[in-house]
């Protein structure tokens, strides 16, 4: 072979190996990916809401009767003993102040009931003196009809003189005691705030005691201040009788049935396990934070791990309540992550042979980390999590470190 042909030769061969070189160093790079592995397992469906731990039975202790309200013995927090525990204690309330119209009209009645008293006693000893003519006459009358010298009708009308008299001493007693207590009313009506009448004894208070056994919760008001008859002072309550009250959107509250198991977290604690007790059947309107009014339904749980688990927990503490809806312990399922839509269905980027395959799946249940998928993807299958843009079916990817 010439030397012509060999130059030939080698120069195709260096031009040859140009082109490979570039085509390789202008090829498309894999794309890294994060990857999943479809699997079988435990799946649960879940309505997730914020809820509020409560005392299911509060008790607002109010005064039974109008009057002072003293300074209340107990604190938030203190613990309460049926029928022993005082709570409160009512003093009768002072009178009010009296203006000086009121003052000279009530001192003027006060100078006629004292007239009146004196005028009565008067009238008890004119009958009194009455009473002892007509017994004088009475035993005159007596001894003579003994000597028969008057007649037996003259004795009788002495005798009706005697009664007669003793009537009136009655009667003058009974209205002496009455301009008596005329006297005392009219002189009440003078007392002033903070004054005492001579030989008045402390009046006492009405205690008010614990209706059950528990804590304080809270104190509605302090004392020192006069209340109406009903006004409530502390809310009392069992720590240990605790429920939890969730409002759920009446789209979730169908779906929700007494028995359904839920979960308490967020609470401070380890996760709770609880029970639906009752779903109510009216719903309420509330307006949510970005002003949508929405239609919420309370839903009543009872927590079902022992109180040691949860004593910490308390009245009107926040937590977050997750309800079972649905539950299935062998299903395939595929991460939340991996599923997009495409075309209107759901599909996937299935790992195959070092690409990515755009595949459609069906999937039926859904909770927050999985999707329950029925076609599309088997148990084993490797899936593209959060795909970006740069993922498109038939590309080839590489699975990122870690």
């Known amino acids: 072979m010439n030397a012509k042909w060999v130059k030939r030769i080698v120069g195709l061969a260096v031009v040859a190996a140009i082109v490979a070189v570039t085509i390789y160093a202008l090829r498309p790079a894999p794309v890294p990916v994060d990857t999943a592995v479809v699997d079988r397992g435990l799946l649960s469906v879940t309505i997730d809401e914020e809820g509020v731990a409560r005392i299911r039975d509060v008790f607002r202790v109010a005064v039974p009767v109008a009057g002072?309200?003293?300074?209340?013995?107990?604190?938030?927090?203190?613990?309460?003993e049926k029928d022993v525990t005082i709570v409160g204690s009512v003093l009768p309330a002072q009178p009010a102040f009296l203006d000086v119209r009121m003052r000279r009209e009530l001192e003027a009645a006060l100078g006629a009931a004292k007239a009146a008293v004196s005028a009565a006693e008067a009238n008890l000893r004119q009958a009194e003196t009455g009473l002892s003519l007509a017994e004088a006459d009475m035993e005159r009358a007596r001894q003579l009809a003994a000597r028969q010298t008057i007649s037996r009708q003259a004795l009788e009308r002495a005798s009706a003189a005697v009664e007669n008299a003793r009537a009136a001493v009655e009667q003058a007693r009974a209205q002496l005691e009455l301009r008596r207590r005329e006297h005392d009313s009219v002189q009440a009506r003078l007392i002033q705030p903070g004054q005492r009448l001579p030989g008045e004894e402390d009046t006492c208070c009405v205690p008010i005691r614990s209706p059950i056994d528990g804590v304080v919760l809270k104190v509605l008001t302090e004392g020192g201040q006069v209340?109406?008859?009903?006004?409530?002072?502390v809310e009392l309550g069992d720590p240990r009788n605790l429920?939890?009250?969730?409002?759920?959107?009446?789209?979730?509250?169908?779906?929700?049935?007494?028995?359904?198991?839920?979960?308490?977290?967020?609470?401070?604690?380890?996760?709770?396990?609880a029970q639906v007790r009752r779903i109510e059947p009216a719903a309420v309107t509330r307006v949510s934070a970005l002003g949508i009014e929405e239609q919420r339904v309370n839903a009543i749980l009872d927590l079902t791990d022992p109180p040691e688990l949860w004593e910490r927990l308390g009245h009107d503490f926040r937590v977050m309540v997750r309800i079972t809806v649905w539950q299935a312990?062998?299903?395939?399922?595929?991460p939340l992550g991996a599923l997009f839509r495409s075309a209107g269905d759901y599909a996937v980027f299935k790992v195959v042979d070092g690409r990515a395959v755009l595949t459609r799946v069906t999937i039926d249940h859904r909770n927050r980390m999985h999707a329950e998928v029925t076609t599309g993807v088997a148990p084993g299958d490797v899936?593209?999590?959060?795909?970006?843009?740069?993922?498109?079916?038939?590309v080839r990817i590489t699975e990122r470190p870690g």
């Open 68 to 80: 002072e309200l003293q300074r209340l013995p107990v604190e938030v927090g203190d613990r309460v």
């Open 227 to 233: 209340l109406a008859a009903g006004t409530p002072i």
């Open 243 to 273: 429920e939890i009250a969730v409002q759920l959107l009446s789209s979730d509250a169908v779906l929700v049935r007494p028995g359904q198991i839920a979960t308490v977290e967020e609470w401070g604690g380890p996760p709770l396990n």
């Open 329 to 334: 312990r062998n299903a395939v399922r595929v």
């Open 383 to 394: 899936v593209v999590l959060h795909p970006s843009d740069r993922v498109q079916d038939g």
